[in-house]
């Protein structure tokens, strides 16, 4: 079973930066794409950044030029490198993976959750 461990969210005070990374680990055959979606209570699940395999990068209009995607292929994680928090940056982050766990089959996976809070 396909497994993503996110680590890195906290408090920060506005203006302060925060990285967040997340590990996939288990049968993995080959990854689509990995990203970072976000919540907050009573909204939808909203998309933050993803990228592919081949390290084409999508964000969200408002962390465009604030929030950076990258990943390390060998090591199957994602990062995301957020300057610049607003307030209304505040949410729960969650990892997403669409993951082919053997070369005709794929899957989307969530992580657990890690909550960034950007006080003003």
Known sequence: QVQLLESGGGLVQA?????????????????INMGWYRQTPGKERELVATITGGSIVNYVDSVKGRFTI?????????????????????AVYYC??????????????????TQVTVSS
Do not use: H
């Not at 203006?15 to 990854?31: D, E, K, Q, V």
């Not at 997403?96 to 657990?112: C, F, H, L, S, V």
């Open 70 to 90: 990258s990943r390390d292929g060998a090591k199957n994680t994602v990062y995301l490198q957020m300057n610049s928090l607003k307030p209304e940056d505040t």
């Open 15 to 31: 203006g302060g930066s925060l990285r967040l990374s997340c590990a996939a680990s288990g049968p993995i055959f080959r990854i």
């Open 96 to 113: 997403n993976a669409r993951i082919y766990t053997t070369p005709t089959t794929w899957d989307e996976y969530w992580g657990q959750g």
